[in-house]
């Protein structure tokens, strides 16, 4: 902080009018601090932990992110059973996690038309399901 202000000092030493150099001073360390500070809040450092074990966890590779990514066999087939009209929304709020508001700006309906659509493509996909269960 102490070589920031002396920079600063150095820098401006063309441009100093004579007069109150104290003030100048003062002026130029409390901008330094405060640019410090607005930088450390743009960029918050947290230390890592002590204890190694407690270090940050890899992400998991691609074969077990792939898997957690697709759906079961007899879902994608349930699914394909829906109607378009129904399927794109629930995929698109449950498979891929889009919000209401973003299927309606994707899809360009209104937001109460996808609710339903979501609504009642869910309830096809449980009717399914309890025939699939009763059949098994």
Not at 24 to 49: E, G
Not at 98 to 114: C, K, Q
Request: net charge negative; no cysteine; aromatic share 4%.
């Amino acid at each position: 902080m102490v070589q920031d202000v002396l920079l600063r000092v150095q820098r401006g030493l063309a441009n100093y009018q004579p007069g109150n150099i104290e003030g100048w001073l003062s002026r130029i360390t409390t901008n330094a601090f405060l640019d410090r500070v607005r930088k450390q809040n743009r960029r918050p450092t947290v230390a890592l932990p002590d204890d190694p074990d407690r270090v940050l966890v890899g992400s998991p590779g691609a074969d077990i992110e792939s898997a957690q990514n697709e759906l079961p066999e007899h879902l994608q087939h349930l699914l394909n059973g829906l109607s378009t009209d129904y399927r794109v929304p629930v995929v698109l709020k449950d498979v891929v996690g889009f919000t209401y508001e973003e299927i309606s700006d994707a899809l360009d309906i209104p937001l109460g038309t996808v609710r339903s659509r979501i609504h009642r493509g869910r309830a096809a996909l449980r009717a399914a399901l309890a025939l699939e269960e009763v059949d098994a």
